[in-house]
């Protein structure tokens, strides 16, 4: 069963850090790209990075660009979110996400973690 | 960036009705750059069809999509009690990915 299991999340100070790790299972990870998407509370869902499947190439939402790092780790199947000068509007469950594809759609969904920036 | 406008915000039927839900773009995404998400309170949304009208694995036949270019559509054919949720669509045409602002299909 293909598996996504995302932790790291908590509170957080206005301008903190935080790193976000997502343990994949049940299928080759090396083979995959690889996505974080955000949902602020009670809001909609918002893309935020993209990682290809060897780590070579990356890419960002302009609101997260040059604070959020995303990387993996094949030998380990995990993926990681570094995230820096946080604000209160990185407010959000963080759901790591697999494409398919690739082709930038998303199946499966991990069950989210929660990152809250308040001070 | 392309944006997703769903139509409409909440759809209220009774279970053994039939649900279209619309999704259309600011610019085209192609003839099948567009995906389906539901996602029930609690829980990370799952994918519904792909390539505008391609199912994902395990998904019943009584959801179907279609459309291209700006106009998509969502048909539940025959509500079940568990398919009461919010609907999202999702465009991969053009980068980046961006998805609609979401349709709540609620019971009647």
């Known amino acids: 069963e293909v598996q996504l299991v995302e932790s790291g999340g908590g509170l957080v100070q206005p301008g903190g850090s935080l790193r976000l790790s997502c343990a994949a299972s049940g299928f080759t990870f090396s083979s995959y790209w690889m996505h974080w998407v955000r949902q602020a509370p009670v809001k909609g869902l918002v893309w935020v990075s993209r990682?290809?499947?060897?780590?070579?190439?990356?890419m960002y939402a302009d609101s997260v660009k040059g604070r959020f790092t995303i990387s993996r780790d094949n030998a380990k199947s995990t993926l990681y979110l570094q995230m820096n000068s946080l604000r209160a509007e990185d407010t959000a469950v963080y759901y790591c996400?697999?494409?398919?594809?690739?082709?930038?759609?998303?199946?499966?969904w991990g069950q989210g973690t929660l990152v809250t920036v308040s001070s | 960036e392309i944006v997703l406008t769903q139509s409409p915000g909440t759809l209220s039927l009774s279970p053994g009705e039939r649900a279209t839900l619309s999704c259309r773009a600011s610019?085209?995404?192609?003839?099948?750059?567009l995906a389906w998400y539901q996602q029930k309170p609690g829980q990370a949304p799952r994918l519904l069809i792909y390539?505008?009208?391609s199912r994902a694995t395990g998904i019943p036949d009584r959801f179907s999509g279609s459309g291209s270019g700006t106009d998509f559509t969502l048909t539940i054919s025959r509500l079940e009690p568990e398919d009461f949720a919010v609907f999202y669509c999702?465009?991969?045409?053009?980068?980046?990915?961006?998805f609609g602002q979401g349709t709540k299909l609620e019971i009647k």
């Open positions: 990682i290809n499947s060897d780590g070579s190439s990356t």
């Open positions: 996400v697999r494409d398919p594809a690739p082709a930038n759609w998303f199946d499966p």
């Open positions: 999702q465009q991969y045409g053009s980068s980046p990915p961006t």
């Open positions: 390539g505008a009208s």
């Open positions: 610019q085209s995404v192609g003839s099948i750059y």
